[in-house]
C-alpha cells in the first residue's frame, strides 16, 4: 500500500512539474520528491535547476552533494551484499 501511494503521489508530483514554471513550487515539489525516493535524478536536475534560476546555488550544491552521498552509500551496499553473497 506505501510503495503504491507513494508511486502515485511522485506522478501527481511530475504532472505538478510539468505544467508550471513557478521555480519556488518547482524546487519545494523536487525537494518532496527527494524525500520519498532520493535517488530520483529527475527530481535532483529538477531542483538544481531551479535553486540556481532562483540565486540558491549554494543550496543547489547542497542537494547534488547528498544526491552523490546517497548514490555511493547505495553502491556502498550493493558491493557488500555481492561480496557478502560470494562467500
Same mark, same amino acid.
Given at each position: 500500500?506505501?510503495?503504491?501511494?507513494?508511486?502515485?503521489?511522485?506522478?501527481?508530483?511530475?504532472?505538478?512539474?510539468?505544467?508550471?514554471?513557478?521555480?519556488?513550487?518547482?524546487?519545494?515539489? &523536487?525537494? %518532496?520528491? =527527494?524525500?520519498?525516493?532520493?535517488?530520483?535524478?529527475? @527530481?535532483?536536475? +529538477?531542483? #538544481?535547476? &531551479?535553486? %540556481?534560476? =532562483?540565486?540558491?546555488?549554494?543550496?543547489?550544491?547542497? @542537494?547534488?552533494? +547528498?544526491? #552523490?552521498?546517497?548514490?555511493?552509500? =547505495?553502491?556502498?551496499?550493493?558491493?557488500?551484499?555481492?561480496?557478502?553473497?560470494?562467500?
Amino acid at each position: 500500500f506505501k510503495a503504491d501511494f507513494s508511486a502515485q503521489l511522485l506522478d501527481v508530483f511530475f504532472e505538478i512539474m510539468r505544467q508550471t514554471d513557478d521555480h519556488n513550487l518547482l524546487a519545494k515539489l &523536487s525537494d %518532496s520528491i =527527494l524525500k520519498l525516493d532520493p535517488l530520483n535524478d529527475e @527530481a535532483l536536475r +529538477q531542483r #538544481c535547476y &531551479s535553486l %540556481s534560476k =532562483l540565486g540558491k546555488k549554494g543550496q543547489a550544491l547542497t @542537494a547534488y552533494n +547528498q544526491f #552523490c552521498k546517497d548514490y555511493l552509500n =547505495l553502491l556502498g551496499e550493493f558491493s557488500d551484499l555481492l561480496e557478502g553473497g560470494t562467500s
